[in-house]
């Protein structure tokens, strides 16, 4: 059954889709990580699973100042998650493949989220945003 609402069309997003993917391969790569830099991982993988999250809350909250602010929060999160898998790679804790691997999807997510936010400070310029939720009734 596919649940659908107004406060989950966050999941049709793009960037949303692309940073649930980043956090999965986040997760695949730090989670065998060993014990020692067990911290690590952990925090790494939190840094990618922090950009979806971030999404997801601007976008329920339905202010567009509030939403604006969110994505700003995963921007920097998508800077904090860049700074811990590019250390590791530098201290030989994940291969060259694995560092290919995330760096070009984290790549596509940042540019996604600039772009995202420029198309909604233009929105915010030209007072094109309604903060309220619309029901639209029809005649039975």
Do not use: T
């Amino acid at each position: 059954m596919d649940r659908k609402n107004i406060n989950r069309g966050f999941r049709k997003l793009r960037v949303w889709q692309d940073s649930v993917a980043l956090y999965v391969l986040a997760y695949k790569i730090f989670s065998n990580f060993p014990f020692e830099i067990k911290k690590v991982a952990s925090n790494s993988i939190d840094a990618a699973h922090s950009i979806s999250r971030n999404i997801a809350e601007g976008y329920c909250r339905r202010s567009l100042k509030e939403y604006l602010n969110h994505l700003n929060f995963a921007l920097g999160s998508c800077g904090e998650f860049h700074s811990c898998y590019v250390s590791c790679h530098f201290a030989d804790q994940i291969a060259r493949d694995e560092f290919e691997q995330l760096d070009k999807l984290h790549y596509k997510v940042e540019n996604q989220l600039i772009k995202l936010i420029e198309s909604l400070q233009k929105k915010q310029e030209d007072k094109q945003w309604e903060n309220n939720f619309h029901v639209k009734f029809q005649n039975i």
